[in-house]
């Protein structure tokens, strides 16, 4: 009894010290003498307040940088697909300029009329020289095919919309008669690599750097440019003297093509 009587008083008397000690603390405030203590108690607190924001800025970081970079690498991605659309539409811009200028300088330096010929832009693969043009636009079997009133082939297949080319300096070249400024005559074939006169008599001078031009046959016109002799082959044992002809132009860089 007395124990629990103890107890109760202890309870009694610490309450009554919290209910005193929020009274004092209601009159100091009110008398305004917290003031210093709440001064003093913010500016000790201030270092713990800005090392709490380090603390979250320093866990921000990593967060941040990841984000930044996932957003650099998709901004990276996008400008590098951007970058390989506007080359494929410039290299679209350059075919289109390169085949107008060749149309312009066709059609400005020629005295034939566009009734006689057909222009074309090649189809080029290693095996398989071709032309975008067909039976539906007229080209038929035979055709001679020029760039700059150079002769550059023979069309030998055609289908509606495209036409195989015979190269002079291919194996299976169409035999072309053809003769050099000094009257030597020969027949234009290819070895796979350059187009070539043979059958040149051994005892006909040939000059390097004279021109060779067609002397005319079905499909091919006389007086085309065929090419310039480069050099000059010539055995000992051979009956005959073969020329290799430089063409000047090439049917794989030309932006177009003229079909006789």
Avoid: C
């Amino acid at each position: 009894m007395k124990l629990v009587s103890f107890r109760s008083q202890n309870k009694q008397r610490r309450v009554l010290m919290g209910v005193v000690l929020l009274v004092a603390l209601a009159l100091v405030e009110y008398v305004g003498a917290l003031s210093p203590v709440e001064d003093v108690l913010v500016q000790a607190l201030q270092p713990l307040q800005a090392a709490q924001i380090r603390v979250i800025q320093i866990a921000k970081a990593p967060v941040r940088s990841l984000l930044l970079n996932y957003q650099s690498a998709e901004h990276l991605q996008e400008l590098q697909e951007q970058h390989a659309v506007a080359l494929a539409e410039l290299a679209q811009l350059q075919t289109l300029r390169r085949e107008n200028e060749a149309l312009k300088e066709l059609l400005e330096n020629t005295n034939r009329t566009l009734e006689e010929r057909r222009v074309a832009v090649p189809v080029v693969s290693l095996s398989y020289p071709a032309v975008a043009a067909g039976s539906e636009n007229g080209v038929v079997e035979g055709s001679m095919v020029t760039y700059k009133d150079v002769l550059l082939g023979v069309v030998t297949e055609v289908s509606a919309h495209q036409s195989r080319v015979a190269l002079l300096s291919s194996k299976d070249s169409i035999p072309v008669l053809a003769k050099t400024d000094s009257g030597v005559m020969g027949i234009v074939t290819g070895n796979g690599k350059r187009a070539l006169l043979t059958e040149i008599p051994r005892d006909d001078e040939i000059v390097v750097g004279e021109k060779v031009t067609t002397m005319g046959q079905p499909g091919i016109r006389r007086g085309i440019l065929v090419g310039t002799v480069s050099s000059i082959d010539t055995r000992p044992s051979a009956p005959t003297q073969t020329a290799v002809l430089e063409q000047l132009v090439s049917f794989h860089e030309a932006p177009v093509v003229e079909i006789w």
